[in-house]
């Protein structure tokens, strides 16, 4: 009994999710449901399409103020280029909730982006539950400022399938948005562009990755060639755009001026 008295809370929170399905309150009562689950600092509900800007539809937690609309028009401006959740979505992913170690580069918390974007907005880690819909995906980011335990993520894998479903069915149940113009996604190829550096293809593609936040020997892996050719496209890359590291590097293309 003393078991089913704890559990009370959660299931009163799942029944105002399903009673909420459809309607505004919907994300509200999910996000609250999840966090007597497991503790987080910031929820963020975004539709993630290849090719297209990510349409960010609700966020709860983050900080408030101007800070928190400059960082998300930061992230739609080109930082969400650099998200791994984003490039999983877009390179294809299953439904189900996804670790930030699992989608990310092996050093991403090395990474500028994580460094100086991803660690103020988001936290030191996050997981998302991803359903596949109408050719996009739907992502229910949390994040939280220190990492979420083994024990944690298992509490949410409990409750994954229904909220999955709770996810796919609200949308259904959404009334029919107007056609909406979405912003064509750019690439960092585009970016680089700009300086009239003129560099190759594989400098281009070695950039990416160093932005990514992909060591040397994980580039290597990437494109098919020996570590030592990328650390000449690394030093190539970073002559022609006269720039001293990849913190410069993330600086000069993609930092908000």
Not at 36 to 41: G, I, R, S, Y
Not at 62 to 91: I, N, T, V
Not at 157 to 166: G, I, P, Q
């Amino acid at each position: 009994m003393d078991a089913l008295l704890k559990e009370l809370p959660v299931h009163q929170g799942l029944a105002r999710v399903f009673a909420a399905l459809g309607q505004d309150g919907f994300w509200r009562a999910l996000v609250d449901t999840l966090r007597l689950l497991v503790p987080m600092d910031n929820a963020l509900v975004a539709v993630m399409r290849s090719g297209r800007v990510p349409r960010l539809l609700i966020d709860f937690d983050a900080k408030s103020g101007a800070d928190e609309h400059e960082e998300l028009a930061d992230y739609c401006a080109g930082m969400y280029l650099l998200d791994p959740f984003y490039q999983a979505a877009c390179a294809g992913i299953a439904d189900g909730l996804h670790s930030l170690a699992a989608v990310a580069p092996d050093q991403f918390q090395q990474s500028e982006y994580y460094l100086s974007y991803f660690h103020s907005v988001v936290g030191s880690d996050e997981l998302q539950f991803m359903v596949n819909v109408d050719g996009a995906v739907l992502g229910l980011s949390l994040g939280r400022s220190t990492a979420f335990t083994l024990e944690e993520q298992g509490r949410l894998l409990c409750v994954r399938d229904w909220v999955l479903a709770a996810m796919r069915h609200h949308l259904q149940l959404m009334p029919p948005e107007g056609p909406t113009a979405e912003a064509v996604a750019g690439d960092l190829a585009t970016l680089l562009d700009r300086f009239d550096a003129r560099l190759s293809m594989r400098e281009i593609e070695t950039a990416r990755l160093i932005l990514q936040g992909f060591s040397s020997k994980a580039i290597a892996q990437q494109l098919g060639i020996s570590p030592e050719t990328v650390k000449v496209h690394r030093r190539n890359l970073y002559h022609k755009l006269n720039v001293g590291g990849h913190g410069e590097l993330f600086a000069l293309v993609l930092q908000p001026r």
